[in-house]
């Protein structure tokens, strides 16, 4: 289960690697929101969210290693605000207070 989350998370930064590189191609195009491997900006975020997500969860669980997870979130967060998606924003961060709570407990 473990190595399944990390393989999400490496998913999640090769897409983001792309979209920044895409987003680099179309720096000209006005409103350019990337999309990375997706077909819609908003799917692509959802991912992101998703990884941002299991970023978090990890980083709450996983005592080593701990740094590794944060830089990934960063990562992923410069996708998501490339990707356009903001509503994503308050998911994420929703999500993250959630998990925190329920972690907690």
Partial sequence: FEKLLDTV????????????????????????????????????????????????????????HVWLYYCAAVFLALGLYISGSMSLWLVALIGILLMLIFLKN
Avoid: W
């Fill in 9 to 64: 998370v490496i998913g999640g930064l090769m897409a983001t690697i792309h979209s920044v590189i895409e987003f680099i191609v179309n720096r000209n195009v006005p409103d350019y929101r990337s999309q990375a491997f997706f077909t819609n900006p908003n799917f692509f975020g959802t991912a992101l969210t998703f990884c941002i997500l299991i970023c978090a969860f990890k980083a709450a669980t996983n005592i080593k």
